[in-house]
């Protein structure tokens, strides 16, 4: 099997790749991990994980950049229906819209929009950056043997809002509740970075590259 | 509900670890790698590797370490010490690092703070700001790791560094760094109040009353530390249960 990190020149890819091979490893298999652009080689994954730090629309107009990118990545989530793991702003991007500098597109892939994490009264602090407590709100393959209330890392001020209560698989608390986990179908992504979030994100991981949607 | 971090910090030279009293007096005491391993497993929230490197054909060293430390630990890892420009931003982020800590340039280049957020993010910019004491309710800024005054008001500076877009302030007391007699409590607070922006305290820790203090009466949202863990005088888990034990959210 072979697994793409799609590489549009946002951030740190190799800790993502890194933990991927420790995942492969820790349930002796043998995927190939890949850091790609090219469409080709993503057509050709079973698996990608789509990773994004920094703005929504940097994270988008980046994708955009990349010759055929945006179409390959469509066709890959909705023709061929392969699964699909966005990290942090790489789940937000599944978004219709995101309102971080200014509005920007999203994938659309869930009905929903990102926006900032409302902080009334200025009394949190953000990024919202650190460790913090999911709770599962369904049970979904991806987070069996993730204990529920278990610490993932955090670090981001702007969060995905959807009506589409089917789609939340877990949420976290911020002042508010915060949606840190989303699927639908063959995609999924989540908020927090399971690359960082030690041995609750390697075995998310694991699950992922276990997955058969 | 977010917990309250607790960052050890590695004195890196020449690819070594050290840790300095007072930025002077050197004592070499291991691998990073290994130490950082080490923290990591002891449930560390982050680790923070500092670069005193001096001379500049050596620099490249802390990329190798940067890059062996992403392969083993798998929580966040933030690198600072001799970053001037976004050249080195992007080299420590593509060996591996989570956050990039500017000192000196953030004071000598305010542009660095403010590119270097809008091309990675504000959430691996973080401002190291090195605070000394002058008079009641006033500390100065020092760069070139404490040794040069520069004028500067600590208390304006940090609000400036958060308008230009820095993800997190590393605040470290000059006056405390080395002296094992507690953060700057006064210096932690007022900076906590003023930004929007966690804070991570730094500089003075001798015991893990410390580290309960700068969270409760600092504010910080993370604090730091250095030879207490370096030197075994405590781990990390004792470190949580103490604060645990005090009502802190830590994770454990």
Known sequence: ???????????????????????????????????????????????????????????????????GLIDTLNDFVLVQKKPIFGICVGMQLF?????????????????????KINNINKTLKLPHMGWNQIELKKDFLLFSGIENKSHMYFVHSYEFSTKKKDCIVATTNYGNS????????????????????????LKLLENFLKWEV | MLKNRIIPCLDV???????????????????PVEQAKIYDE??????????????????NIILDTVIKTAEKCFIPLTVGGGVRSLEDIRNLLLAGADKVSINTAAVSNKNLVKESSEKFGSQCIVVAVDAKKISDNKWEIFTHGGKKPTGIDALKFVEKMESLGAGEILLTSMDRDGTKKGYDLDLTKKVSNLVNIPVIASGGVGNLEHLHQG??????????????????EYSILE????????GIPVRI
């Not at chain 2, 050290?18 to 005491?29: P, R, Y």
């Not at chain 2, 002891?42 to 620099?59: H, K, P, V, Y």
Request: net charge positive; glycine share 10%; hydrophobic share 40%.
């Open chain 1, 1 to 67: 099997m072979s697994i793409a990190i799609i590489d549009y020149g946002s951030g740190n890819l190799r800790s993502a790749a890194k933990a991927l091979e420790v995942a492969n490893k820790n349930i002796n298999t043998n995927s190939k991990i890949v850091i790609t652009s090219d469409p080709t080689v993503i057509k050709k994954s079973n698996k990608i994980i789509l990773p994004g730090q920094g703005s929504f629309r940097d994270c988008y107009l980046g994708i955009k950049k990349i010759n």
């Open chain 1, 95 to 115: 978004a219709k819209i995101g309102y971080e500098s200014e509005e920007t597109k999203g994938f659309g892939w869930i009905d929903g929009i990102v926006k």
């Open chain 1, 178 to 201: 915060i949606i840190v986990a989303i699927a639908k179908d063959n995609i999924f992504g989540t908020q927090f970075h399971p690359e960082k979030s030690q041995k609750n994100g």
């Open chain 2, 13 to 31: 030279k020449n690819g070594r670890v050290v840790k300095g009293i007072n930025f002077v007096d050197l004592v070499d005491a291991g691998n």
């Open chain 2, 42 to 59: 002891q449930g560390a929230d982050e680790i923070c590797f500092l670069d005193i490197t001096a001379s500049n054909e050596n620099r």
């Open chain 2, 215 to 232: 969270i409760k009466i600092g504010k910080a949202s993370a604090v730091l530390a250095a030879s207490i863990f370096h030197f075994g």
């Open chain 2, 239 to 246: 470190a949580k249960q103490y604060l645990d034990s005090k």
